[in-house]
């Protein structure tokens, strides 16, 4: 085996986070941005590899043509894990980044009877207890199909938080679940089609890491969060040597790109706004000809040294690409004009404009309150060595915005080893 875990993330902002699990285990290695074999090669040493893909976002009948050769190409490194990344939040639905359709694939790619699925992930306020599945938002824990935003998302609504019904949905094969009050007593894991985990603390995250690995003495295919990453990673490395002393972030300019609808990326926007940051919302004549958009950016950056653009008036169809066009439009002239860290919010965003960019890997940084990396992008484009911050919509503290322009220094200085 040449990689401890290899993984295809279905959005930008979730593989960021395996990374991020993986390397406080120890494990540490780079996201490739396209599913290119000579570039999945040239890291192939590494003891992590991740395919950052869009499958969450895809129709699930075009889901094939970018996961299946991914988890292959990741598959011949036979790493000890193969996981397929999806949201701790469970986003899917039947027609759109089926992860019953994702769970099928992986399983037949290994000729694997029985298929681990661990959504939990603690320490990012998300809990499945007996099969049932709950988030935390707002100060307040949630069951999923009743959770402010899951419950209303505008794409693949949760109705079901019963992860085993709610899956089934997905798959024609069983899909069962093994309670945390059976880890104790120990014994493996047993049956066909998919076995959804609990997980309600880390040791939890531990006993269900152990469950995953013994399905099979070679490659385990695994579908779940960054909480299965931190769960593999328990067994697999070091625990939490990737734990490092703060560092404080050099004050610099910021710029964020908002195109989440996340009521808390909304409440992240007017904390910053409260705080004096220069923020404008994008119009539709902004998508056609994005250069006074820019000049304002350009001259809040210059002014104030931060600037906020968000896409919450926004509507209409294609508007997930016509919002990635405008934000690269955007990026490139802040690279040109001063290079600011460009904070990107929202993982359908996310993955399109990063894919967009052409940059060919990302690595980690550093990393700002819990669960968000500062990366920066490899490649030949015009985006190499950019730092970006790739937010999903629910993800950080309500200051977040303040914390990444230097306003504090609750940081984890991870850049003395090189990816």
């Given at each position: 085996?040449?990689?401890?875990?290899?993984?295809?993330?279905?959005?930008?902002?979730?593989?960021?986070?395996?990374?991020?699990?993986?390397?406080?285990?120890?494990?540490?290695?780079?996201?490739?941005?396209?599913?290119?074999?000579?570039?999945?090669?040239?890291?192939?040493?590494?003891?992590?590899?991740?395919?950052?893909?869009?499958?969450?976002?895809?129709?699930?009948?075009?889901?094939?043509?970018?996961?299946?050769?991914?988890?292959?190409?990741l598959a011949a490194l036979r790493p000890r894990v193969l996981q397929y990344k999806a949201c701790s939040t469970v986003d899917s639905s039947p027609t759109v980044g089926?992860?019953?359709?994702?769970?099928?694939?992986?399983?037949?790619?290994?000729?694997?009877?029985?298929?681990?699925?661990?959504?939990?992930?603690?320490?990012?306020?998300?809990?499945?207890?007996?099969?049932?599945?709950?988030?935390?938002?707002?100060?307040?824990?949630?069951?999923?199909?009743?959770?402010?935003?899951?419950?209303?998302?505008?794409?693949?609504?949760?109705?079901?938080?019963?992860?085993?019904?709610?899956?089934?949905?997905?798959?024609?094969?069983?899909?069962?679940?093994?309670?945390?009050?059976?880890?104790?007593?120990?014994?493996?894991?047993?049956?066909?089609?998919?076995?959804?985990?609990?997980a309600l603390e880390d040791d939890d995250l531990r006993a269900a890491g152990g469950l995953v690995l013994g399905v099979a003495p070679g490659t385990v295919f695994a579908?779940?969060?960054?909480?299965?990453?931190?769960?593999?990673?328990?067994?697999?490395?070091?625990?939490?040597?990737?734990?490092?002393?703060?560092?404080?972030?050099?004050?610099?300019?910021?710029?964020?790109?908002?195109?989440?609808?996340?009521?808390?990326?909304?409440?992240?926007?007017?904390?910053?706004?409260?705080?004096?940051?220069?923020?404008?919302?994008?119009?539709?004549?902004?998508?056609?000809?994005?250069?006074?958009?820019?000049?304002?950016?350009?001259?809040?950056?210059?002014?104030?040294?931060?600037?906020?653009?968000?896409?919450?008036?926004?509507?209409?169809?294609?508007?997930?690409?016509?919002?990635?066009?405008?934000?690269?439009?955007?990026?490139?002239?802040?690279?040109?004009?001063?290079?600011?860290?460009?904070?990107?919010?929202?993982?359908?965003?996310?993955?399109?404009?990063?894919?967009?960019?052409?940059?060919?890997?990302?690595?980690?940084?550093?990393?700002?309150?819990?669960?968000?990396?500062?990366?920066?992008?490899?490649?030949?484009?015009?985006?190499?060595?950019?730092?970006?911050?790739?937010?999903?919509?629910?993800?950080?503290?309500?200051?977040?915005?303040?914390?990444?322009?230097?306003?504090?220094?609750?940081?984890?200085?991870?850049?003395?080893?090189?990816?």
């Amino acid at each position: 085996m040449t990689a401890a875990v290899g993984f295809y993330a279905d959005d930008f902002t979730g593989a960021t986070d395996v990374l991020l699990q993986l390397r406080r285990c120890g494990l540490v290695g780079p996201l490739v941005l396209r599913v290119d074999p000579d570039l999945i090669a040239r890291y192939a040493g590494a003891a992590v590899l991740g395919v950052a893909g869009t499958a969450r976002s895809l129709p699930t009948a075009d889901m094939a043509a970018e996961v299946t050769p991914a988890l292959g190409a990741l598959a011949a490194l036979r790493p000890r894990v193969l996981q397929y990344k999806a949201c701790s939040t469970v986003d899917s639905s039947p027609t759109v980044g089926s992860l019953g359709w994702a769970a099928e694939a992986g399983a037949d790619l290994l000729g694997q009877g029985l298929v681990p699925a661990l959504f939990a992930q603690p320490d990012f306020g998300r809990y499945t207890l007996f099969g049932t599945h709950f988030a935390a938002q707002g100060g307040a824990v949630h069951r999923l199909d009743r959770h402010p935003t899951m419950s209303r998302h505008p794409s693949t609504p949760i109705d079901e938080a019963d992860l085993t019904v709610f899956l089934a949905r997905q798959t024609g094969r069983p899909v069962t679940s093994r309670p945390r009050t059976t880890y104790a007593a120990g014994g493996p894991l047993t049956g066909e089609g998919v076995v959804v985990l609990d997980a309600l603390e880390d040791d939890d995250l531990r006993a269900a890491g152990g469950l995953v690995l013994g399905v099979a003495p070679g490659t385990v295919f695994a579908l779940g969060s960054g909480g299965l990453s931190r769960a593999v990673g328990l067994h697999l490395g070091s625990p939490d040597t990737g734990t490092d002393e703060d560092a404080a972030l050099p004050p610099g300019p910021v710029l964020v790109l908002a195109g989440s609808q996340s009521p808390l990326t909304a409440r992240q926007i007017a904390v910053a706004e409260e705080d004096g940051w220069p923020c404008r919302a994008a119009a539709d004549a902004d998508l056609a000809d994005p250069a006074g958009l820019a000049r304002w950016a350009l001259d809040a950056l210059s002014a104030r040294g931060r600037a906020i653009i968000h896409t919450r008036e926004l509507s209409g169809p294609g508007l997930l690409a016509r919002i990635a066009a405008l934000f690269e439009s955007l990026w490139r002239e802040a690279r040109a004009a001063g290079d600011p860290l460009v904070v990107v919010c929202g993982g359908d965003t996310s993955s399109r404009l990063v894919r967009g960019s052409g940059a060919d890997a990302l690595e980690i940084d550093a990393v700002v309150a819990g669960n968000v990396p500062i990366s920066r992008l490899v490649g030949s484009s015009w985006v190499d060595g950019a730092r970006v911050v790739l937010k999903g919509g629910q993800v950080g503290p309500e200051d977040l915005f303040n914390r990444l322009a230097g306003r504090t220094s609750d940081l984890t200085d991870l850049t003395k080893e090189s990816l």
